[in-house]
Nanobody, 124 residues
């Protein structure tokens, strides 16, 4: 059974940090590109960051560049998103998604598997 399980969300003050983790099971993780998407209330889902299966390419949304760092551990079947200098506009439900293609895509329809999401709230 394919599963993507996100963890690490929570409430943090502006300027704070969180580390999200996506744990995968039920498929050959090494072959899959993994992305983080987020959806804020009343807004469309957007791609935040992505890391390819070959670890050759990493993508970041412009608004998170320099603040977020994505990494993957193929031995543990996990992808982490380190989020620093968080802003209120980063508040959203964060999802991880997987696609069996060796490059990233911003189109959510191109991803095969999705997690249930983890809530990130940045507020004072």
């Amino acid at each position: 059974q394919v599963q993507l399980v996100e963890s690490g969300g929570g409430l943090v003050q502006p300027g704070g940090s969180l580390r999200l983790s996506c744990a995968a099971s039920g498929f050959t993780f090494d072959y899959y590109t993994i992305a983080w998407f987020r959806q804020a209330p009343g807004k469309e889902r957007e791609g935040v960051s992505c890391i390819t299966s070959s670890y050759g390419s990493i993508y970041y949304l412009d608004s998170v560049k320099g603040r977020f760092t994505i990494s993957r551990d193929n031995a543990k079947n996990t992808v982490d998103l380190q989020m620093d200098s968080l802003k209120p506009e980063d508040t959203a439900l964060y999802y991880c998604a997987a696609r069996r293609v060796r490059y990233c895509s911003a189109y959510e329809s191109s991803y095969d598997y999705w997690g249930q999401g983890t809530q990130v709230t940045v507020s004072s």
